[in-house]
């Protein structure tokens, strides 16, 4: 019985201590970082775009969405609600039909936050979209996760990928 409340006393100590040290090292990371990758697809601008603007859909061809709600402001501003392992909020702050798209994240409580810039670029009869994270990772250990762990890019490299799927395309965003 003794070495068993050993053993939990040390890997509960080794456990806080990782934790404090990645802490502590999330915390001489910059908050902000500007992430970017890109894909080709051999469709048209207006195809990739059509299917991007279509935050209904999402959920039948991006894993880890459940759904999302779609709201009209009375201004006219579109705002959309992803539900995942966590609910977050966006706005669309620019909309240009087959060129840009801009989302931006309105939650203020879940640890990061930031905005993606959608771009369709015609490219020798395809589409280049390219997504751009302007991102701020305010937890600590969110932002030593982020960059030593998963990646600033992988986020955009699952949405990519899947967007590529849904288009039937296999492709590996760079």
Same mark, same amino acid.
């Given at each position: ?12 100590? +080794?456990?806080?201590?990782? /934790?404090? @040290? $990645? $802490? ?8 902000? !970082?500007? /992430? ?5 697809? !051999?469709?048209?601008?207006?195809? @990739? ?8 859909? $999402? ?8 759904? %999302?709600?779609?709201?009209? &402001?009375? #201004?006219?501003?579109? &705002? ?5 392992? #966590?609910?977050?909020?966006? $706005?669309? #702050?620019?909309?240009?039909?087959? &060129? ?39 937890? +600590? ?14 986020? %955009? ?6 967007? /590529?799927?849904?288009?039937?395309? #296999?492709?590996?965003?760079?």
């Amino acid at each position: 019985m003794k070495t068993l409340i050993i053993i939990v006393i040390v890997v509960v100590g +080794v456990v806080i201590v990782v /934790a404090a @040290v $990645a $802490a502590l090292i999330g915390s001489t990371l910059p908050k902000n !970082h500007t /992430a970017s990758r890109s894909i080709l697809l !051999h469709r048209s601008p207006k195809e @990739v775009y059509d299917v991007v603007r279509d935050f209904g859909s $999402a959920p039948s061809w991006r894993s880890g969405v459940k759904s %999302i709600e779609v709201k009209t &402001q009375p #201004d006219g501003k579109v &705002q959309f609600s992803e539900v995942g392992s #966590d609910t977050i909020d966006y $706005a669309v #702050d620019e909309d240009v039909p087959g &060129q840009k798209l801009v989302t931006r994240i309105l939650n203020t409580d879940l640890g990061y936050g930031g905005k993606w810039t959608y771009e369709f670029v015609p490219e020798g009869g395809a589409t280049r979209v390219r997504i751009t994270e302007d991102g701020e990772v305010s937890n +600590v250990l969110f932002r030593f996760m982020s960059r030593y762990v998963f990646g600033h890019t992988a986020t %955009i490299d699952t949405y990519l990928t899947s967007l /590529a799927k849904r288009l039937g395309e #296999d492709v590996v965003p760079s």
